[in-house]
């Protein structure tokens, strides 16, 4: 059974809308984290959540909103979507949010934005 | 500030052949140093880390040394397979609990 799961796998919006990427752990992890990786591009991290709390947040722009409603949910709420944004969104979680932890990653949601 | 730097955007060798793959980090204190490999399609997934200076270590074949004299942390691999081939991101956990992705090193070995 997968232990992080996304959805949806794959996400097609248009310039403007807004969508949910969601995001569910079942590893018993107290951190959770959103990273973004557009096409040819590396990893970049967007966000990280320790006892649903915000922790850290490299993200310029506030139209990316993380969303914990449980402990082991970390949904990511992107408003006014721009073709820029189109990219495979991974969320992943650790046991805590200390930096020596092993991350564990989601298989990813694909967003393409026309 | 942090960061991390992995020099070469591609590597390509045939099997059996030696990998090396260059990361260097800068930070205060003392980090936490990862390997993540990531195979086509799917997410990162840890290869190994070492979290005291001048260890080393090993996963699978591959190993790396925390160097701090030299703030190195190269992957190596003696033989490298096929199924190797994948990005391989160098990561820093600093002491204030934020995590750096290097630029990632593409693998591509050719049977």
């Known amino acids: 059974d997968p232990k992080i799961i996304q959805k949806p796998k794959y996400l097609v919006a248009v310039t403007g809308s807004e969508k949910i990427l969601i995001c569910e752990q079942y590893?018993?992890?107290?951190?959770m984290y959103w990273y973004r990786q557009s096409a040819k591009k590396p990893l970049e991290f967007m966000f990280s959540?320790?006892?649903?709390?915000?922790?850290d947040n490299q993200t310029a722009s506030s139209r990316f909103q993380p969303q914990s409603s449980k402990k082991n949910h970390l949904d990511l709420q992107i408003t006014a979507l721009k073709p820029d944004d189109s990219a495979t969104y991974f969320c992943?979680?650790?046991?805590?949010?200390?930096?020596?932890?092993?991350?564990?990653f989601g298989p990813g949601t694909r967003l393409t934005v026309l | 500030g942090n960061s991390v730097t992995q020099m070469q955007g591609q590597v390509t060798l045939s099997e059996e052949e030696f990998l090396f793959i260059n990361c260097t980090y800068s930070?205060?204190?003392?980090?936490?140093l990862f390997w993540y490999v990531q195979y086509p399609g799917e997410g990162p997934q840890l290869l190994l880390k070492v979290t005291t200076a001048n260890n080393k270590g090993s996963s699978r074949g591959f190993e790396a040394t925390y160097d701090k004299g030299t703030t190195s942390f190269h992957l190596q691999k003696a033989s490298v397979q096929e199924s190797d081939s994948a990005v391989y991101y160098c990561?820093?956990?600093?002491?204030?609990?934020?995590?750096?992705f290097g630029d990632g090193t593409q693998l591509v070995v050719k049977p």
């Open positions: 992943a979680s650790s046991h805590d949010g200390g930096a020596r932890a092993e991350q564990f």
């Open positions: 959540y320790s006892y649903q709390k915000l922790m």
């Open positions: 590893l018993g992890h107290n951190a």
């Open positions: 990561v820093l956990g600093d002491r204030n609990n934020r995590i750096f």
């Open positions: 930070t205060t204190g003392y980090p936490t």
